[in-house]
C-alpha cells in the first residue's frame, strides 16, 4: 500500500496566517493528489484534485502544488472558517489511502 | 446539485452483516465511480472500494473480501454489505462519486455512523 504521511499532524495559527501543509507519498502517485478539509460532524470537501487544481467554488486562497511523492496545501490569509482537519489522498494505486490528518486550531 | 445519502441499520452484532444503501440524486449512476470510504471515531478516512456504472469494482484488500459493493441503476442507488463485522468495523460510513480519471472525490453523502455491538 501507498502510505501518505502528512506533517504536521497539528498546527496553531492566526486569522490573516499563511499556512503550509505537506504530504509525502511512499511511492510516486504522479498527480493523483486530492486535498480535502473536513469540520466536525460533517463529511470531507474538495479543496484540490490533481495536486494543483482548484475545485470549483473553492475560495482561491487555497492552492496546491507538488508532483511524484511530495506535495504541499498552502492557505494564504487564513480566515475563521478554515480551521478544521485537512486530509491527502491518493487515488494512483489500489488500495487508495488517506493521509493520517492535519488538525488545523486557532492560536 | 447531486446530492448522496446513506441509509441503513445504525446498530449491527458483531459476526452479522453490515448493509448500507447510498442513494443518489442529481446524478445518474451510470456515469463516474461510485465510493465507500469510512472513518472510525477519532481516526482518519480508509478508503473501502468503489463500483463503476459498468459493474465492475474494486476493494481495500484490508478488507480481505469481506466488502461486496453493487449497484441499483433503476433506483439510482449503490450499496456496501461488510460480512462477519467486528467492533473494528465500528465507523461513520460515508459513500462518495468519484468523479473522472483524477480519482477526485467531489460530492459525499453525510455519513452515517455504524455501531458494531
Known amino acids: 500500500d501507498i502510505q501518505m504521511t502528512q506533517s504536521p499532524s497539528s498546527l496553531s495559527a492566526s486569522v490573516g496566517d499563511r499556512v503550509t501543509i505537506t504530504c509525502r507519498a511512499s511511492?510516486?502517485?504522479?498527480?493523483?493528489l486530492s486535498w480535502y478539509q473536513q469540520k466536525p460532524g460533517k463529511a470531507p470537501n474538495l479543496l484540490i484534485y490533481?495536486?494543483?487544481s482548484l475545485q470549483t467554488g473553492v475560495p482561491s486562497r487555497f492552492s496546491g502544488s507538488g508532483s511524484g511523492t511530495e506535495f504541499t496545501l498552502t492557505i494564504t490569509s487564513l480566515q475563521p472558517e478554515d480551521f478544521a482537519t485537512y486530509y491527502c489522498?491518493?487515488?494512483?494505486?489500489?488500495?487508495?489511502?488517506f493521509g493520517q490528518g492535519t488538525k488545523l486550531e486557532i492560536k | 446539485q447531486v446530492q448522496l445519502q446513506e441509509s441503513g441499520p445504525g446498530l449491527v452484532k458483531p459476526s452479522e452483516t453490515l448493509s448500507l444503501t447510498c442513494t443518489v440524486s442529481?446524478?445518474?449512476?451510470?456515469?463516474?465511480?461510485w465510493s465507500w470510504i469510512r472513518q472510525s471515531p477519532g481516526k482518519g478516512l480508509e478508503w473501502i472500494g468503489y463500483?463503476?456504472?459498468?459493474?465492475?469494482?474494486n476493494y481495500n484488500p484490508s478488507l480481505q473480501s469481506r466488502a461486496t459493493i453493487s449497484a441499483d441503476t433503476s433506483k439510482n442507488q449503490f450499496s456496501l454489505r461488510l460480512t462477519s463485522v467486528t467492533a473494528a468495523d465500528t465507523a461513520v460510513y460515508y459513500c462518495?462519486?468519484?468523479?473522472?480519471?483524477?480519482?477526485?472525490?467531489?460530492?459525499w453523502g453525510q455519513g452515517a455512523l455504524v455501531t458494531v455491538s
Open positions: 462518495a462519486r468519484r468523479r473522472d480519471g483524477t480519482g477526485r472525490l467531489d460530492y
Open positions: 442529481g446524478a445518474s449512476i451510470n456515469s463516474s465511480f
Open positions: 463500483i463503476y456504472y459498468s459493474g465492475s469494482a
Open positions: 511511492q510516486t502517485v504522479i498527480s493523483y
Open positions: 490533481a495536486a494543483s
Open positions: 489522498h491518493q487515488s494512483y494505486r489500489i488500495p487508495y489511502t
